[in-house]
């Protein structure tokens, strides 16, 4: 119950109820905090109990100065808890897991049992084995049952064994989609009380809910375990960046390229940790689901959240998608009511500003490895010539200009790239489309040819069929609409299959090389393309409907077309995927593929009908027509009229109810299932799916001290922008590889490995696959890629795998440190890169700066992070690997007090690292070992 020192609580009324709210303008200096400074204070204000929650507390946050560096900590209590199944699986594992703990230490079981509301979504799962067939999506639904049978009957037991605990089954559509489409309230109910929906999620795109003016974000599966256990997030407040939008976005310009602009400016910006909240009279120009797309790109560029404020386009979008009228008078009563409505001319004070006039975004796409690498759609052929020689072997020679301009099929090829920036496409009836050039800059650009010559290595490929083709470096080998950054957004879907309408009524298809797949983020978005009529079309050119789920984003993407596949890695080929997704890191997409690029939904079926990169798709034609005529982007491109006349036909309200009218039960299929009983799961010793992990094996009831690290080793020496992706485990899993092994002693075939994340529940899986990206580049072990390192526990160090390797370090009870540069840590695999980090024997990891939440969850496996002083790196300090590491000054929080610094000696180097606990409740996590140490021993107590 609350303390209320500020006599806060009054009445709502809403139609015929009452609700309890806690009142802002209760409390001195509230008016002048940004959106969301204020939805931390009601969570303060409502949660307050003299102890862990203050009114000095609600004090400090509300007489918050915008100047300063992040200080006051606080702890906020998420309404809910919103997972996916990658994530969510190894999170039901470590509850079920901490219930026996809980027995073993003579505590009641059923205490560790969610207190928030919690909601998984399978949506991780589904693979685009089968692509380009009308039967594609059952024939995966077929197939991703039979890989994950024990997994979703894991799953099932969750949902009948722990309260507050919902199941999405598989084939629905994606998580943040599913959240944003159906999960949120936007105002939460519980108790007769109304307050703001907040969530944290175990993925880090959660934050596609704070275009509905939700706060949330991504946290790592052991933060959200302690949340669902009532434990509060420890935070300091933090900076907030006000990102002022005026203007509207030009003809042409889709949310993709407004998303891609803003994830380059505010990264360049420096946002990591920050809270991003965009204000100013654009704000109404944007529609929700464009507000929503940028909002799950936060951790792109790295904010901790990325949210707009609620104002009519919210309810809009509420109503539009089925929600109760009753939950829409509330959401805009209790608003208005306590100042969260949004005011185009109110500018409320910031932390930093930044700004962006909308009419100014142009066609644009990222790539070729991190998705603020935005490059302009007239650059696109300059900028994939530019990065192709960083993917080939160095004896490829750049060629003249004949074999530059030699092309994947036998299309003409113009000359003209733009060094000027297209605004955007024109109209349909531009008469440009008679195939003259335009002389409107701001319509294709005007500027100099860019005459980059280019490696080739033309390779002849004969399919099945007989048929044959010329593959060579920036072949397209996968065009994938996927992810839920954009199928949530109906603008950029309808693009989409507007451009293979009319692709298909001039003759146009798909090259042969290419996998095209259709991964929608829920069954709405295929009633409006069938409603519309348009599936035909995008099923005409391969874009046939493979699964509702995340698909290629994450990994998912299955194999390429085999004899591609052969030939790429015959002849070493950097061949390329295009995907409408959120992520494009190395080694993510497909281990056949060395370049990755995020783009459009329209865009995306662009480059399946081009099939390569080295096109200017402003100038150079897609193909030709039947009378042999050259086909262009813009003959292809639809209006924005066009798209908006679509929308509002065939998009209704009562599509997202019937969706979502009984989302929970799933289809005969999940029904079947035989469901485990119990309060206790029973552990089956033969799955190779769900273990139990060893987190609290011998754990006593009293935390030990805590230690210095003496003789450790490194494990990993690494460079700059190491992301989760290159930590945890992804994709497939390869049959040499230490997990593979693994699974093959255990019996099962090849076959039936399937992909890391479907073993997230097993953890001797998952640390055989950490650090084993098939990208990483460990300078312990020059000249290799991949997951090796040296071994020193053998005479002359030889290079081993690191599994292999740490196995021999924990049997010598040699602790081990990782050292590394910048950006340390970014990405979306979050638990796993921590758990996995622990499990190898990582004691310390030392960095130049770290990504928010990863820095977060080593603290939470008892990972201590550690950063150089300021100015300083491994090169700097002249740091090899090879030394023996001491660090001490760590046993200052056996005091209860954090040390700024700790003293890091590695062979006759000696430095003072920063230590990277930043909260208090951090240090206490780190004391007991882990956050669900910390849990468990807490919830024993009382």
Known sequence: MSVNSFGAQAALPVGDESYEIFRLDAVEGSEKLPYSLKILLENLLRTEDGANITADHIRGLAQWDPTAQPSHE??????RVIMQDFTGVPCVVDLATMREAMADLGGDATKINPLAPAELVIDHSVIADVFGTADAFTRNVEIEYGRNRERYQFLRWGQTAFDDFKVVPPGTGIVHQVNIEHLARVIFTRNGQAYPDTCVGTDSHTTMVNGLGVVGWGVGGIEAEAAMLGQPVSMLIPRVVGFKLSGAMPEGATATDLVLTITEMLRQHKVVGKFVEFYGPGVSAVPLANRATIGNMSPEYGSTIAVFPIDSKTTDYLRL????????????????TQG?????????????????DLSTVVPSIAGPKRPQDRVVLSHAKQGFREALGAYVEDDQVA??????????????????????SAESFPASDSPSHSGEESTDPHEFGEGVAADIGRPSKPTRVTLEDGSSFELDHGAVTIASITSCTNTSNPSVMIGAALVAKKAVERGLSRKPWVKTTLAPGSKVVTDYYDRSGLTPYLDKIGFNLVGYGCTTCIGNSGPLIPEVSAAVNESDL?????LSGNRNFEGRINPDIKMNYLASPPLVVAYALAGTMDIDLMNDPLGTDEQGQPVYLRDVWPTEAEIDEIVASAIGSEMFTESYADVFAGDAQWQALPTPEGQVFEWDADSTYVRKPPYFDGMPAEPVPVTDISGAR????????????????AGSIKADSPAGTYLTEHGVPRGEFNSYGSRRGNHEVMIRGTFANIRLRNQLAPGTEGGFTRDFTLPDAPVSTIYEASEHYLAAGTPLVILCGKEYGSGSSRDWAAKGTALLGVKAVIAESYERIHRSNLIGMGVL?????EGQSVESLG???????????????????????????????????VVRIDTPGEADYYRNGGIMQYVLRSLLKK
């Open 865 to 869: 992070p550690l950063q150089f002083p």
């Open 574 to 578: 950097a061949v390329v995927s295009v």
């Open 321 to 336: 998608t089925g929600r109760d009228e009753h939950q829409i008078a509330l959401v805009e009563a209790y608003a208005k």
């Open 714 to 729: 490194v494990l990993l020496k690494l460079g700059d922008s190491i992301t989760t992706d290159h930590i945890s485990p």
């Open 399 to 420: 060629p003249g200009r004949a074999d530059a301009d030699r092309r994947i099929d036998d299309a003409p090829v113009l000359t003209g790239v733009d060094e000027a």
């Open 74 to 79: 606080i702890q906020f209590t998420p309404a």
């Open 879 to 913: 740091l090899t690997g090879e030394e023996t590491i001491e660090i001490t000054g760590v046993t200052a929080l056996n005091d209860g007090t954090t040390p700024q610094t700790v003293t890091v000696q590695a062979g006759d180097v000696t430095f003072e690292a």
């Open 340 to 356: 969260l409505w949004h005011d185009d001319d109110r500018e409320p004070q910031y932390s930093e500003y930044l700004e962006l």
